[in-house]
């Protein structure tokens, strides 16, 4: 034990590039094993149909437009366009990989298995890239690899699993063109970005990856609040600090100016956008769904705290604190307090990746505190605290219950199993009969 102990506590101290790949790898066979077992065993459930009937629809036609799989044509009596494009992008890769793979429910849904694995990758560099921690980064990566809701959403044929790694991607870059400083050769984008204060380079990769993320789905306005809840915050403490003039106070100014006029030019978008909310509507089950990965709901929002307060304090990252806790806040409580939509854990699933930066941060730091409180092997203690965490804290009990209510063990006689229902139908029925059922099934 104390071997395996020394073993683990040199890899986290050294953090040598050999063995951060080495890790890595071994994180990303673990996050597939949970996403490829039996991935086809569940048939297709609610909307994922529709996606099925459009992808194929397209891979036969190259028109978005949705398959009739029982007459083996375009469906020609349910054309709705918009429902058939959502999210082509997505889909447009479901549909090229039937060129090589039968229409099988493994097969669609291995796209965003695809998504998944590289949102595993995706994590590790944007938590390096916010905490300047090898350890945090490692640590985030194996927690969305375990993840039972990032495992449930990758292992279904929506467009989720892709937009999860693009909104994140899109805050990131938003972050680094506004917080970090151009350190490239060309002398008057570096002129540009120290005048205007920010870090114009970042503007190249970040307005495609909005544009796509946006296309994917209309949850990405979030990014709107979480920015300027951390403009404003930022704005009030450099009052305080008594520095009247700073970017966060020009931005201020700016979306004040900007949503007087959008509200004068364009009445009925903003109009659109505001009704969608309203005050006080009780979604509080939000707040706990949005924790379900981990095996205790208090636990996990003291080591959130901890997380932000280690980011912040120990690690001197205040600006990186404050924007991962605002990303995933903010969002969080208007969904659980002003959204007027009905309640389901895919419209705040892409904020789950801020919450498992912060928890890793959170994860590292305990240990981090008992390695400091041990005189003796204190490196020992480090990794023996870290284990010990990483045992109690996520909900590991996820993997073996036989509920009917997670995506290995899904009760299908309450949402029904098509594939057996019809078998047994088209064995059973007299060609005469007609069967009646909703068209996309």
């Not at 050769?185 to 870090?199: H, P």
């Not at 990856?209 to 979480?226: C, E, G, K, R, T």
């Not at 008992?370 to 490196?379: C, I």
Request: charged share 15%; glycine share 4%.
């Amino acid at each position: 034990m104390d071997l395996i102990l020394e073993k683990i506590s040199k890899f986290f101290s050294e953090n040598r590039i050999k063995n951060t790949i080495f890790i890595l790898v071994a994180i990303l066979l673990i996050g597939a094993g949970f996403r490829f077992y039996h991935l086809g065993s569940n048939p297709l459930i609610a909307d994922e149909f529709l996606d099925m009937n459009s992808s194929y629809g397209y891979f036969k036609t190259h028109i978005w437009q949705a398959w009739d799989f029982n007459k083996n044509a375009v469906n020609t009596t349910d054309v709705f366009a918009p429902r058939d494009e959502r999210a082509w992008m997505y889909k447009w890769q479901v549909a090229e990989l039937f060129r090589f793979m039968p229409p099988t429910e493994a097969a669609a849904r291995s796209v965003s298995v695809l998504w998944g694995l590289a949102t595993i990758v995706l994590m590790y560099f944007v938590a390096k890239s916010f905490t300047k921690n090898r350890t945090i980064a490692i640590l985030a990566a194996l927690l969305f690899a375990i993840s039972m809701t990032g495992i449930e959403f990758d292992r279904r044929l929506r467009m989720y699993a892709m937009f999860y790694p693009m909104y994140l991607s899109v805050s990131w870059l938003l972050f680094l063109f506004f917080e970090t400083k151009y350190k490239g050769s060309i002398a008057w984008l570096r002129k540009v970005s120290e005048k205007l204060d920010l870090n114009i380079l970042m503007l190249i990769p970040l307005l495609p990856v909005a544009a796509l993320s946006f296309h994917l789905q209309l949850l990405s306005a979030n990014i709107v609040p979480a920015f300027a809840a951390y403009v404003l915050i930022m704005a009030l403490w450099t009052v305080w600090k008594k520095k009247c003039i700073n970017k966060y106070l020009i931005f201020v100014a700016l979306g004040i100016v900007g949503f007087v006029a959008a509200k004068i030019l364009m009445p009925g978008f903003v109009g659109l956008m505001l009704a969608s909310i309203k005050f006080f509507i009780d979604n509080q089950s939000y707040i706990f769904s949005i924790f379900r990965d981990y095996s205790q709901f208090l636990g996990a929002l003291l080591v959130l705290v901890y997380g932000i307060y280690w980011l912040a304090k120990r690690e001197g990252r205040t600006k990186e604190a404050l924007w991962l806790g605002v990303s995933f806040v903010v969002p969080l409580l208007m969904a659980a307090f002003l959204w007027k939509r009905t309640q389901g854990i895919q419209y705040v699933f892409f904020i789950q990746s801020f919450l498992i930066i912060l928890m890793a941060s959170g994860i590292y730091g305990i240990a981090r505190f008992f390695e400091q409180q041990t005189a003796n092997a204190p490196k020992k203690a480090f990794a023996l605290s870290l284990a010990i965490i990483l045992l109690l804290l996520p909900n590991w009990g996820y993997f073996s219950q036989d509920n009917g209510d997670n995506t290995y063990h899904r009760d299908n006689t309450r949402v029904g199993d098509y594939r057996k229902v019809f078998a047994y139908v088209r064995k059973h029925s007299d060609p005469s009969q007609v069967i009646i059922t909703r068209n996309f099934r």
